[in-house]
Structures are given as structure tokens and as C-alpha cells.
Nanobody
Framework: QVQLVESGGGSVQAGGSLKLSCVVSGFTDDRYCIGWFRQVPGKEREGVARINLDGDTNYANSVKGRFTISRDFAAYTYYLQMNSLKPEDTAVYYC?????????????????WGMGTQVTVSL
């Protein structure tokens, strides 16, 4: 079955950096998109970044210029490099797979999800 496993979360001071990883397994289709999302208690899950098979990327306005999504095809691994972190970036971060070529940044379109990794940014 399809599995996505995130890692790399942790606690960091404002202005610091973290790099999240997402390893994808069990998916054999050649048309999909990977997205990173985040959620804080009491709020809806929001899209952070996504990347399609051509390497095209899209970011939420709140993270543009600070976060970078990338991939390592050979390792079936996707990354979210987060720089200049702010306390408002604190959330559980999820990677997800959209089984289509639409490649949106909206969580409702995504079909498979990881369990998430906590990111905490303190002042």
C-alpha cells in the first residue's frame, strides 16, 4: 500500500532552519504530485508547497522566499527546506500525494497522507 513517512521536525528558535523529509513508497502510477501541508489545533489544514513531476513548484504566500520544496527521485524522497522560521510556522507538517496531474495546493485533492511531524518555533 501507499505510505508516506515524514521526518525532520523539531524545535528551533526564530530565524533558524529545519529540513523536513518525506519518503514515499508503494505508489506505482507515473502521474502524481507531492504537497506539504501544516495544521495547528483548531485551524484547518493549509497548503504550504507542492511539486509536480516536471519539477514545477508552488508556494503559499506566507512561506514564499523562505521555504523550498525539492525531491530526490532516486530515493523517492521529497524535502521541505524551511529557513527564517517564525513562531507562526509552528504546526504539525504533513506530506501528501495527489493521484492526478492537477497538482493543487488544496488538501482536499490529496489522496494519501503521512502521519505528520511537529515543528515548533520559539522566540
Amino acid at each position: 500500500q501507499v505510505q508516506l513517512v515524514e521526518s525532520g521536525g523539531g524545535s528551533v528558535q526564530a530565524g533558524g532552519s529545519l529540513k523536513l523529509s518525506c519518503v514515499v513508497s508503494g505508489f506505482t502510477d507515473d502521474r502524481y504530485c507531492i504537497g506539504w501541508f501544516r495544521q495547528v489545533p483548531g485551524k484547518e489544514r493549509e497548503g504550504v508547497a507542492r511539486i509536480n513531476l516536471d519539477g514545477d513548484t508552488n508556494y503559499a504566500n506566507s512561506v514564499k522566499g523562505r521555504f523550498t520544496i525539492s525531491r530526490d527521485f532516486a530515493a523517492y524522497t521529497y524535502y521541505l527546506q524551511m529557513n527564517s522560521l517564525k513562531p507562526e510556522d509552528t504546526a504539525v507538517y504533513y506530506c501528501a500525494l495527489e493521484d492526478s496531474s492537477l497538482c493543487t495546493i488544496y488538501p482536499t485533492w490529496y489522496d494519501y497522507w503521512g502521519m505528520g511531524t511537529q515543528v515548533t518555533v520559539s522566540l
